[in-house]
């Protein structure tokens, strides 16, 4: 289970680049595949879209239980929104004798961070606004769970061009509970060269384009905006 990070070359550990290099087949989403294409000539390659990620790992778990070692991708950290527990259920449930090692990496949500400022310095939540595992009345639980005691919020998957009103309807739980003023970054292909970024607030974020492929990290009451970054002070200076 290799966790390439967020997509650019600079941003994987070297232990996952030597995980992939080691391997004989490697198989991702076809998008992951591609951003690692300088490391895979001669492997054999195991590619396939969204939804099929049952059937991709199970192609895996079969080719490393015919010996071969396998590289398994997951962008960011595999143990987070990624491939890693999906691999532990099925080696579990369909009996397969191998071994699993889980090489994590940069995840999206620290990615974003690093391009913003410092907003994540303190307590905070990741959220992912995606409904297609999750109901989204369980979603809904855990953002008024989460939006009156003052955690910094990392939103994953936060709009398609279907799916508008789960962020809609996101950032109205958090603006009841919170200033409109709030500091709130938009990070989209975060650590990739084609990286953008903004800082808006609560009050205005619906106003900018946002796609699945952003990261939004909405502030507390300790975050502002210190000569363009976005910061959530620790209290050091306090």
Known sequence: MVGIGPGGRDHRTYRAVEAISQSRVVAGYHLYLELVADLTAGKELIASGMTHEVQ?????????????IVALLSSGDPGIYGMAGLAIELRHAEGFDVAIEIVPGVTAASAAAAALGAPLMLDFAAISLSDLLVPWDTIRQRLCA??????VVALYNPRSTKRVRQLEEAVAILRAARSGETPVGIVTDAGQDEQSLLITDLTHVLGHKITMRSIVIVGNRATQVIDGWMVTARGYLI
Request: hydrophobic share 40%.
């Open 56 to 68: 991709r790992c199970r192609q895996a778990l079969q080719r490393a239980a015919q010996g071969e």
């Open 146 to 151: 989460v939006a009156p005691v003052d955690l």
